[in-house]
């Protein structure tokens, strides 16, 4: 069942016995669990009949306990399952014990009086189990999984414009790569947007800039182009903002060396005439990456290139072998590097 239909279903008070939400998509998961909160039991009964147990913590027989009672003065109770381990290949945490045939059994005849829904945050289900196939053939199986990037983007997009508020065409395009496509974090972010547009419903690039923090890959990405500029001053600037955010300088310098060594293959590839495609074939790496290393590398040489990494490669060395603190080793590369 599609995530949308059923959700729909659910406002309407059309509700299936059991529910299986399978996929890691967090705000679709959240926005599942709100809807079945809001609608399958009134919010002066919740308190008596909803019933939550992850099952990290509790075993499964204290679930199905609840689900076949009757609610206290209600006319359905909700009891939420989450964390399923039962359904993976994994083992449950510590010594708690899952009565997995009770539960087949109860698929086999549900409570007509409660909602049992099933969160079970994986990509799939290990399918030779026998509760695996029982649950598809009972279960309402309802899709939480995360979206593709062009409908990620659709969605976020889709959000904007319901909400009334207006970004061009470059700054929406600037969002989508600060966040990665990521629904969840797109959604997060916009709060902060609408809320400092909520004068005129206009975010610009600038606010994106401001409010959208960005992960360590794209700062990374941010320090790679300040030091092909040789400018120090940027570039350490970004580093050091790094290392308050407790970031390890052995693992920043980690990524930059391997953000220099897909800069020299994109450009040796491009030398001998390969495009962009083809270089993410050679190279097992997505296209987009491709893409923006071929920018990077726009106007430079292989001999700064080389040089930049050689750099990098002897700034690691001095890290690992604790020749001097390695929380300024980057710098005095940067330093060096800049005045050469």
Do not use: C
């Amino acid at each position: 069942m599609s995530y949308a239909t059923e959700i729909a279903n659910i406002k309407k008070g059309q509700f299936s016995p059991i529910y299986l939400l399978l996929g890691t998509e967090s705000y679709f998961i959240e926005e599942a669990r709100a809807a079945l909160m809001e609608y399958v039991v009134p919010k002066e009964d919740q308190e008596l009949n909803v019933g939550m147990y992850n099952m990290d913590e509790v075993p499964l027989g204290n679930a199905l306990e609840d689900a076949e009672s009757l609610p206290f003065f209600g006319e359905r109770r909700l009891v939420i399952i989450d964390n399923p381990i039962f359904l993976t290949g994994e083992k449950p945490k510590g010594n708690l014990e899952h009565d997995v045939a009770w539960l087949e059994s109860y698929l086999e005849n549900p409570s007509e009086s409660t909602i049992l829904a099933i969160f079970a945050p994986y990509e799939k289900l290990d399918n030779r189990k026998k509760i695996s196939k029982l649950l598809k053939k009972h279960a309402t199986t309802v899709d939480v999984k995360p979206l593709e990037a062009d409908a990620s983007r659709k969605f976020l997009s889709q959000m904007i414009a319901n909400a009334g508020y207006n970004m061009d065409r470059q700054t929406v395009q600037f969002f989508f790569e600060r966040i990665e496509d990521q629904l969840s974090k797109g959604v997060q972010e916009l709060e902060k947007l609408f809320l400092s547009a909520r004068d005129d419903k206009i975010i610009t690039k600038q606010m994106v800039e401001d409010l959208v923090p960005r992960n360590l890959e794209q700062n990374i990405f941010e320090i790679v182009t300040y030091v092909m500029k040789k400018d120090a001053e940027k570039a350490i600037r970004i580093y050091r903002d790094l290392l308050l955010q407790k970031e390890e300088p052995i693992k920043i310098n980690a990524i930059l060396l391997g953000q220099f060594r897909l800069l020299i293959q994109v450009f040796l590839l491009s030398k001998q005439g390969y495009q962009q495609p083809d270089m993410a074939k050679v190279l097992k790496i997505h296209p987009y990456r491709v893409k923006l290393a071929s920018q990077q590398i726009r106007k430079m040489d292989g001999q700064k290139l080389m040089q930049a990494y050689l750099g990098l490669v002897e700034t690691e060395e001095k890290m690992k072998t604790g020749d001097g603190m390695k929380e300024v080793q980057f710098e005095l590369f940067m330093l060096k590097y800049a005045n050469a």
